[in-house]
């Protein structure tokens, strides 16, 4: 067996520097991998970064979206109660008008009356 080992030593001998190379390429590799890595974890970290600032952003949008729909609410309830006012008013109004052609009415008459009773009182009057 040592026989056979010593006949492969020169061929051992003769592999080594491509071993040699092997293992420097292997752990240049795993430099670079590192390396690699070591980019893509400060890529990652701007990307959590960005995420971060996005989701604050997102969340004072969402924040201000609640406060316009709650502002949008309260519009909303006071314009149907200026509505209702309103219509309440023009009911008012048309009463009002109402009453008040009613008070002309009455007040052409009642000066048709009286115009008309100066009138027979004054020809009355006039003839005796």
């Given at each position: 067996?040592w026989k056979?080992f010593?006949?492969l030593?020169p061929?051992?001998?003769?592999?080594l520097?491509?071993v040699?190379?092997?293992?420097?390429?292997?752990?240049?590799g795993?430099?670079?991998?590192?390396?690699?890595?070591?980019?893509?974890a400060l890529?990652t970290?701007?990307l959590?970064?960005?995420?971060?600032?996005?989701?604050?952003?997102?969340?004072?949008?969402?924040?201000q979206?609640?406060?316009?729909?709650?502002?949008?609410?309260?519009?909303?309830?006071?314009?149907?109660?200026?509505?209702?006012?309103?219509?309440?008013?023009?009911?008012?109004?048309a009463?009002?008008?109402?009453?008040?052609n009613?008070?002309?009415?009455?007040?052409?008459?009642?000066?048709?009356?009286?115009?008309l009773?100066f009138a027979?009182?004054l020809?009355?009057?006039l003839h005796?």
């Amino acid at each position: 067996m040592w026989k056979q080992f010593l006949e492969l030593i020169p061929h051992l001998t003769q592999l080594l520097p491509h071993v040699e190379r092997f293992i420097q390429q292997r752990n240049a590799g795993d430099d670079v991998q590192k390396q690699t890595l070591d980019q893509f974890a400060l890529i990652t970290e701007g990307l959590r970064a960005d995420l971060a600032k996005a989701s604050a952003s997102q969340a004072s949008l969402y924040r201000q979206l609640n406060e316009q729909g709650e502002k949008m609410s309260t519009l909303a309830a006071d314009l149907h109660e200026s509505r209702a006012a309103l219509q309440s008013a023009e009911a008012r109004i048309a009463n009002l008008e109402g009453s008040l052609n009613r008070i002309t009415l009455l007040i052409a008459a009642t000066l048709s009356v009286t115009v008309l009773t100066f009138a027979v009182v004054l020809f009355f009057h006039l003839h005796r």
